[in-house]
């Protein structure tokens, strides 16, 4: 810890649930309800032995949930161009994942006499094709128009216009979109080249060479396109932890988790302008409790700027300690919100509450 910064947060979310029940238990709190915390210790490792051992317990003892809420979208602050306040983003869905292995053989020799094409050539050229074809621009035909239409109001003029209008704008906003790496992950399934490996010894012809690919799959796409790509019989792919984008959860002032989270964000981040359904770009452990609730949803209670982007997964990745107190008061109300709540008619004004 530095001045006001905790380093290392790879686990903040999960430990702040843990402080949210602690306070809980120090005031002798008894719920009403059941409450279950699934800790999953693979998360990042696609949550094979650790979620996934959680679901087909809650299964055999025939649980069933009202919510799901996971770690996933934040409070963004001035990552959305026009729209001046933070706007927390709730993830009503994930997209899809596969992790594909590319390979090339090839007959081992001296350096001093080599073939027009390497391994390593083969290899590299097909990977370039992948960077440099991108999948096809999908704005609008995935939940993404969801959330822009409920911003609409909050855009300055003319985006606010323009964002109403999504039915004659959406090519020219998905094109907007596409710039930037961040909101590219929106408008298409992405692609990024991870891992590449080849030869042996800087004077004998590279026997094989190994690529790895990432990609996170929009609600609208199949990857059959994978293969069209590349043409190349000479690369040997192989697919692995491939999962379709997840269903779209409910979002509507009726439904109970939708309720229970604006009362928790206004409560506790009244300079939030707005609450929006999102799409979580990352996986989460969450894609494995889709068989006990319908309402499953991915949120970090932490404010997101532009100067965090390059630190998620990276150098220096933090949080600030008010930013953390907020997101133990964010978790504290959600477990006691979702206790006593009962729905209520919806709010006119956001900041009503």
Not at 187 to 214: D, H, W
């Amino acid at each position: 810890m530095e001045s006001s910064l905790i380093f290392n947060i790879i686990c903040f979310h999960s430990q702040g649930i843990l402080q949210a029940l602690e306070f809980l238990l120090k005031r002798n709190y008894r719920p009403q309800r059941s409450f279950y915390i699934g800790l999953g210790h693979d998360e990042e490792l696609s949550g094979k032995n650790g979620a996934k051992k959680i679901v087909a317990e809650l299964e055999s003892k025939g649980v069933k949930l009202a919510y799901v809420l996971d770690e996933g979208s934040f409070i963004f602050d001035g990552i959305i161009t026009g729209i001046e306040k933070p706007v927390a983003l709730i993830g009503i869905t994930e997209k899809g994942a596969i992790t594909a292995h590319f390979t090339v053989t090839s007959t081992p020799g001296h350096s001093s006499s080599p073939p027009k094409r390497t391994s390593i050539g083969i290899l590299s050229e097909a990977m370039s094709k992948l960077e440099k074809n991108p999948m096809p621009n999908l704005f609008g035909q995935g939940p993404e128009l969801l959330m822009f239409e409920e911003l609409a109001s909050e855009f300055k003029f003319p985006l606010n216009i323009i964002m109403a209008n999504l039915w004659l704008f959406a090519p020219l906003v998905g094109r907007v979109l596409e710039r930037t790496p961040s909101s590219n992950a929106f408008v298409r399934t992405t692609t990024a080249l991870t891992m590449f490996n080849g030869g042996i010894k800087s004077n004998v012809i590279p026997p094989f060479a190994n690529a790895t690919a990432n990609f996170r799959i929009h609600s609208a796409q199949v990857l059959e396109i994978i293969e069209q790509t590349i043409d190349d019989g000479q690369v040997k792919i192989e697919l692995e932890d491939a999962f379709d984008p997840l269903p779209i959860s409910p979002w509507d002032d009726q439904t109970f988790g939708v309720q229970v989270f604006r009362q928790a964000i206004l409560d506790v981040f009244p300079d939030v302008g707005s609450i929006a359904p999102g799409i979580c770009v990352a996986n989460t452990d969450s894609r494995h409790y889709t068989n006990l609730t319908k309402a499953v949803y991915r949120f970090n209670p932490v404010f997101f700027n532009s100067t965090d982007l390059p630190r998620f997964h990276g150098l220096n990745e933090r949080i600030s300690i008010d930013g953390y107190e907020r997101q133990v008061k964010f978790l504290f109300q959600v477990i006691q919100n979702s206790d006593f709540h009962q729905p209520t008619v919806p709010h006119a004004n956001l900041h009503e509450l």
